[in-house]
């Protein structure tokens, strides 16, 4: 499984950005697929998933109501639209990819087998 991601940039607070993972069309028909991110000195976080339906989506409170992760089946791509964009959303984001069927859904990173190299959103005041 190939994650390919891309969109960071540098944005000014309360701006927007959208962020892309490119995957196989396999992958996605099978795959709950989520973004974490990890700001300099800190833990990775989880920030969003949508499974493998993509019936259902999961935010971290961070996120919520800012952040919306949706997919286009055609472009086989996942997307995270970033909106009201804040300092302290500065980080490196990785997409992730598990085997969905059969299991339920995870927030955990260490439930997800597939990451993407990182794409870095730089947010400044």
């Known amino acids: 499984v190939q994650l390919q991601a891309s969109g960071g940039g540098l944005v000014q607070a309360g701006g927007s950005l959208r962020l892309s993972c490119a995957t196989s069309r396999s992958t996605f028909s099978r795959y709950d697929m989520a973004w974490f991110r990890q700001a300099p000195g800190k833990e990775r976080e989880f920030v969003a998933s949508?499974?493998?339906?993509?019936?259902?989506?999961d935010y971290a409170d961070s996120a919520k109501g800012r952040f919306t992760i949706s997919r286009d089946i055609a472009k086989s791509t996942v997307f995270l639209q970033m909106n009201s964009l804040k300092p302290e959303d500065t980080a490196v984001y990785y997409c992730?990819?598990?085997?969905?069927?059969?299991?339920?859904?995870?927030?955990?990173?260490?439930?997800?087998?597939?990451w993407g190299q990182g794409t870095l959103v730089t947010v400044s005041s």
């Open positions: 949508i499974r493998w339906t993509g019936r259902s989506t």
């Open positions: 992730a990819a598990r085997l969905g069927i059969a299991k339920g859904p995870s927030t955990h990173g260490s439930e997800y087998d597939y």
